[in-house]
């Protein structure tokens, strides 16, 4: 029988790709600042996702 240890099977699992992906700490505040522009919107039949388009309007996508 072929036994395989924890350490063995999470290497099997691992692979090294070549280059640098990581992101510079700046997107991750971008991504946060944008993410405040998205809201769910609860409607008597379900809900719905909203946009925030400019200061004072939102753009609703009900399906």
Known sequence: MLEI???EF??????????NDLLPDASLEAAVQK???VNF?????G??????ISNDLLLA???
Request: net charge negative; aromatic share 4%; no cysteine.
């Open 5 to 7: 240890t924890t350490g």
């Open 41 to 45: 919107i609860k409607l008597p039949n």
């Open 47 to 52: 809900g719905a996702t909203g946009f925030l």
């Open 10 to 19: 999470q290497e099997s699992l691992e692979v090294h790709i070549d280059g």
């Open 35 to 37: 993410s405040k522009t």
């Open 61 to 63: 996508l009900v399906e």
